[in-house]
């Protein structure tokens, strides 16, 4: 089974993310945290993507894509163990891609978990977690620049998948607990 968790910035993928991996044993696939991994390194890689996250920027489909496919080829055993990708796909070229590097290991998404929160919601949550986050892309101006980045090049996934028939909207305005039930409840019948 692989999974992606699909929505705004601050929706609460990576929290859910936890959840799942703990109910169905998948790998968990964040390029949020692999790309503030690599910052943290001071690698190439991290100094190229520092520069479009702190603007609120997507890093280029390009190097997504090559970045991701790197990590397939380095670990192809976590394909087999199925996979919750988080923070990927964000635009309808890297969900072709990841639609190819799938077949070659034979198997593709199942769901795709919206998380649908409010905006007002997200901007509290991630000036809230700004506070302490020590994330450059926290902070007001930078989040409103997310938001409209994620409107523009991210939003249109959703119908994207809607027509694939594999989208689960769920619920994202209420408390951790009662969304883990809700998607839970929309993941035990695939
Ligand atoms: P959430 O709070 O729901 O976990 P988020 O948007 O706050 O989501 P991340 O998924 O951790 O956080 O992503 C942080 C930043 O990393 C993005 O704003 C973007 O600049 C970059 N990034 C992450 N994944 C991708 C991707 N697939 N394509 C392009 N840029 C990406
Ligand atoms: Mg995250």
């Known amino acids: 089974m692989n999974i992606v968790i699909f929505g705004a910035p601050g929706s609460g993928k990576g929290t859910q993310s936890e959840n799942l991996i703990k109910r169905y044993g998948l790998h968990h696939i964040s390029t ?6 690599h910052i943290a390194n001071k690698t190439h890689l991290g100094q190229v993507a520092d520069s479009y996250i702190s603007k609120g920027l997507l890093i280029p489909d390009e190097i997504m894509i090559d970045v991701l496919s790197d990590l397939f080829i380095q670990n192809p ?6 996979v919750i990708f988080d923070g990927f796909p964000r635009t309808v070229a890297q969900a072709e891609a990841l639609s190819e590097m799938l077949k070659k290991y034979n198997t593709d998404i199942n769901a795709v978990v919206g998380l649908e929160v409010e905006e007002d919601e997200l901007i509290r949550r991630m000036l809230e977690r700004g506070k302490d986050s020590g994330r450059s892309d926290d902070n007001l101006s930078t989040i409103k620049k997310r938001l409209s980045v994620y409107h523009k090049q991210t939003a249109p996934l959703r119908e994207y998948y809607m027509n694939k028939g594999c989208y689960h909207a769920i619920d994202g305005n209420r408390n951790i607990e009662n969304i883990a039930r809700d998607i839970e409840a929309s993941l035990d019948n695939i």
């Open 32 to 37: 949020g945290e692999l790309l503030r991994e």
């Open 77 to 82: 055993g976590t394909i087999e163990k199925g």
